[in-house]
């Protein structure tokens, strides 16, 4: 039985999803018999890790820090395994637009964009480009901060009017936001979890909203009762495959390792499927879609977080760099 | 790679071995089943998480509505428990009766003889900080789909209590001298013309918590005299009442009333300390009998040792003097929020000059979401409550509560520069995107308003009711 720092809080504004994951994560660590040394990461966080010298760190933080590659680049400086991604493949998840570059040259589908930091409208007029793309893109349009998770800032644009309150609000998360077009359809996600036989994908998640609510957002997603989800999602012929595969090919292609959450629109007009974007570090909240997933692959959840830590044992910190 | 079929393997769970464990799915499935229907509006909101992170020490909250308990001489508290300790062991270490010891009681007449109240004690019952008061008062009242009227901001904290009795609330809207009592009546009427009476009308009337405004007397009076007219029950959380810093105090609408219609909410929060959660109500009787069974449901009865924490405390006669030790350092701290505002809040935002209380409430421009503003103020390491969280129908999304009594002048004078440098970036951003013209810093001045309504009152029903049901 391994030692093993659980890595949780942090400063994101995913504070709290973060300690609810870490709370289930560190239950299920505890039963499998580990000893669990958990730690709310701050200032102290290298001081704690050294004191601890855990043999492994599960990486149980959402949002900035955990999720942007930061504390991944501490662990793998210390030399300390841990749990998820390392560094490169985090930044590429963490930051949407780095994402959707990747999979449009790889030719993964994903909803037509474009991207702005906030220097472009400041310093160099990027106001004046923005009725060509809402031309081109059409409108409903969704506008939302590169970076962020749990649908923090992501606003609908209805009409032309909208659109500057929405990149406000886009922009009080990140510098650099992107006008995305809506997909009209069914929100599907897809989790991959790796084993010994490689990357697997689990069954296929669909979110059902509450009909008063416009989209899943924050609160649909972090309160039971909010959204109903359907495990395995009952979608036309073929589509749980193709979403399958399509997950999978995100998931090598940026580079993720031992679990990712793919977050897929399936549009109602075409049938289409569309990546929307890649979670390095899913949340493990009751309502959280991987253990869903897991679970209806038969994988417990005290099994899946048993799997996530071989996974990082089984990669040595040389082997990440 | 590979891909994982779709049918659940129940049978294999791959964990050790062990008891069976349920799984996620089920764990949901299953206390979702359980749940009762008011849970559906007891809400969550990305607002409360955000609010969190605000703990963090290195984060200058100018969010909470704490009272600065550090002015309370530590070796007066360690004096205090002492005596109580050695006088009244036994008494404080037991259950007590749910109305209350008579000792605490004897406060609560002290207490509302100084604001110009005079009653006896046993017209009071003892609760569990004041918010019990409103827990009960819903308890006592109202049955799914009933009316309240509450203030257009009203007391965040009040919010989950009226959504987990399932009222439909309409909030009617304030100016500088406190509820609109003109849109009150005119509410009121349309209200019975649909055939529904409210069942209370919810209000803070000295130094409104979050408005910062001070409801006037013509009004004051106004208001007893509509709820006996319309036979309507008024309830009247008095927290702030004894923290005036200027200006002449308000009769309290328990004193302009006969005993009729005003339910009555104290607190020693405010004026000694909100850790011992003591709090008290007085009613019409029968209102109150109800109130005193619904308390014996809860919690059978308040906590005996704080009760006589406060008992020995008023034994030694210098209560008031700490409360106007707390008012002046209060006042201090307003004036020095004030100015604070004027030197860094841009020339759109608009605030009130509270003459008491926690807090002022400030409205920025209609185009920034103050939701979103605490998110990229708390990467600054500031914190503040968004307007949204004292409304109930989706309005105050550009307004926001500062709270003065909790943080010192320095982080005062600090917090403010962050959150105007915030703002600032926001209202300059705003006008690149939109092409307009960028406006600078404010030339000063103070406002005394409460924003200007859109919407005076608005009926909001239930959202699962309008869904119709679970």
């Given at each position: 039985m391994s030692r093993v720092a659980l890595l949780k809080g942090g400063h994101s504004l995913e504070r709290q999803v973060s300690l609810k994951s870490a709370a289930r994560v560190e239950d299920a660590l505890e039963r499998l018999g580990h000893e669990v040394v958990d730690i709310d990461v701050g200032a102290d966080l290298v001081q704690r890790l050294s004191a601890a010298a855990p043999d492994v760190a599960f990486v149980a933080m959402h949002g900035r820090d955990g999720e942007d590659g930061t504390v991944q680049e501490l662990l793998e400086l210390i030399g300390t395994p841990f749990t998820g991604p390392g560094p490169y493949a985090c930044q590429r998840c963490w930051d949407k637009v780095l994402t959707k570059r990747a999979l449009v040259e790889a030719g993964i589908p994903t909803p037509p964009f474009h991207a702005f930091s906030q220097t472009a409208f400041r310093e160099l007029g990027a106001a004046l480009a923005l009725p060509a793309i809402e031309q081109r893109l059409e409108f409903p349009l969704v506008i939302k901060p590169a970076s962020q998770g749990s649908a923090l800032g992501i606003k609908f644009a209805r009409t032309a009017a909208d659109v500057p309150g929405c990149l406000l609000t886009a922009f009080s998360y990140d510098t650099k936001v992107l006008l995305e077009r809506h997909v009209d359809g069914d929100d599907l996600s897809v989790s991959i979890l790796d084993g010994p036989e490689g990357p697997t994908a689990l069954p296929v998640v669909q979110a059902i909203p509450h009909p008063d609510d416009d989209f899943y957002d924050f609160v649909a997603r972090y309160e039971i009762g909010r959204t109903t989800f359907a495990c395995p999602a009952d979608l036309p012929p073929g589509v749980t495959e193709r979403a399958q595969r399509m997950a999978l090919e995100a998931y090598e292609l940026l580079g993720c390792h031992g679990f990712a959450r793919v977050d897929i629109m399936l549009e109602r007009r075409s049938g289409d499927l569309f990546v929307i974007e890649v979670n390095a570090i899913p949340g493990l909240t009751e309502t959280s879609l991987l253990p869903q997933a897991a679970d209806a692959a038969g994988i417990s959840f005290d099994a899946l977080i048993g799997r996530m830590l071989d996974t990082a044992l089984a990669r040595s910190p040389i082997a990440r760099a | 790679m590979k891909i994982e079929d779709d049918q659940p393997d129940s049978g294999q769970s791959g964990g050790p071995a062990g008891p069976p464990q349920r799984t996620a799915a089920h764990e949901l499935e299953r206390y979702g089943a359980l749940f009762a229907r008011r849970t559906q509006v007891m809400r969550s909101s990305a607002m409360r998480d955000l609010m969190a992170?605000?703990?963090?020490?290195e984060v200058i909250s100018l969010s909470g509505g704490l009272p600065d308990t550090t002015t309370f001489p530590p070796e007066s508290f360690a004096g205090l428990m002492a005596r109580l300790a050695h006088q009244e062991s036994a008494a404080a270490l037991q259950y007590g009766p749910t109305e209350g010891h008579l000792a605490v009681r004897e406060c609560v007449v002290e207490v509302m003889a100084a604001e110009g109240m005079r009653i006896e004690a046993d017209d009071a019952l003892m609760t569990t900080g004041g918010q019990q008061v409103i827990d009960l008062v819903c308890k006592t009242l109202i049955d799914p789909g009933d009316v309240i009227i509450a203030e257009a901001p009203t007391y965040p904290g009040a919010v989950p209590t009226f959504c987990s009795y399932e009222a439909d609330v309409v909030q009617i809207d304030m100016d500088a001298d406190g509820m609109r009592i003109d849109v009150l009546e005119r509410t009121l009427d349309t209200l019975a013309a649909e055939g529904r009476a409210p069942k209370f009308i919810y209000t803070i009337p000295s130094f409104h918590n979050p408005a910062g405004v001070t409801m006037s007397l013509e009004r004051r009076r106004r208001l007893v005299q509509i709820a006996a007219e319309r036979e309507l029950l008024v309830l009247e959380d008095n927290p702030?009442?004894?923290?005036?810093?200027?200006g002449e105090p308000h009769p309290t609408l328990y004193s302009l009333d006969?005993?009729?219609?005003v339910i009555y909410l104290g607190t020693f929060?405010?004026?000694?300390?909100?850790?011992?959660r003591v709090g008290w109500t007085v009613a019409p009787r029968p209102v109150m009998e109800k109130m005193n069974l619904g308390k014996q449901g809860v919690d059978l009865c308040s906590s005996s040792l704080t009760q006589k924490f406060v008992s020995t405390y008023f034994a030694d006669g210098r209560w008031r003097d700490y409360v106007t030790s707390l008012s002046a350092i209060y006042r201090d701290r307003r004036d020095v929020m004030l100015e604070a505002l004027a030197e860094h809040?841009?020339?759109e935002a608009t605030w009130t000059r509270p003459e008491g209380g926690l807090f002022l409430w400030a409205t920025l421009p209609d185009y920034i979401d103050t939701t979103d503003l605490l998110a990229r103020a708390l990467r600054d390491n500031v914190a503040f409550v968004p307007g949204r969280a004292a409304y109930m129908d989706g309005r105050g999304g550009s307004e926001m509560r500062l709270n003065f009594s909790g943080v010192g002048d320095q982080e005062i004078r600090e917090g403010i520069r962050r959150i105007g440098k915030v703002i600032q970036e926001q209202v300059e951003l705003y006008s690149t995107i939109t092409g307009a013209g960028p406006t600078g810093p404010a030339a000063r001045r103070p406002q005394p308003a409460v924003s200007e309504p859109v919407v005076e009152a608005r009926v909001v029903p239930l959202r699962q009711r309008r869904a119709g049901g679970r």
């Open positions: - | 992170v605000t703990a963090r020490p702030y009442g004894m923290l005036r810093f200027e006969d005993a009729s219609f929060s405010k004026i000694l300390a909100p850790g011992i809040f841009p020339a």
